[in-house]
């Protein structure tokens, strides 16, 4: 109940919710476009900087196809099948990872977001977007 809120942050905002390894790889099992995978936490900035960083972003005109996270802490068993999917990087929430046609082309660790401000995060993630995603006409 009490971190429904936390959930409710990015899902209003067209996030889909992976709860299950079985979500998780449903969605990556989709090898074209870009998909936006955040790993939401109840930590001071993930709820001070990343996720108010992600609402700035996705004002973007150039915004990932798929939106989806997992929450650590919470949905134990999706976050590790996410994170399977993370290969090189070390496990960090919140964190931001952009896939493109299967690949994983962007990362934003804890240590990216951490001490600073959703402004400057934000300003990384429309990078990444520019660079990656195509543009949205809504």
């Known amino acids: 109940m009490m971190i429904q ?12 919710e992976l709860r299950t390894p079985e979500d998780v790889d449903a969605v ?7 998909t936006f995978v955040v790993v939401n936490s109840v930590c ?13 972003a996705l004002r973007n005109d150039r915004r990932p196809d798929r939106l989806v996270t997992v929450f650590a802490g919470q949905d134990k068993e999706a976050t590790a099948r996410a ?12 964190s931001f990872f952009l ?22 995060v934000a300003e990384k993630l429309v990078a990444l977007f520019n660079e990656y995603c195509e543009p949205k006409t809504n």
């Open 5 to 16: 809120p936390m959930r409710d942050e990015l899902t209003s905002i067209g996030f889909q």
């Open 28 to 34: 990556m099992a989709e090898k074209t476009g870009t």
């Open 44 to 56: 001071g900035c993930a709820g001070g900087i990343a996720r108010p960083a992600v609402a700035m």
């Open 83 to 94: 994170r399977e999917y993370f290969v090189g990087q070390p496990p960090s929430s919140p």
């Open 99 to 120: 896939f493109k046609d299967g690949k994983l082309v962007g990362v934003l660790h804890r240590s990216d977001i951490e001490g600073s401000t959703p402004e400057r």
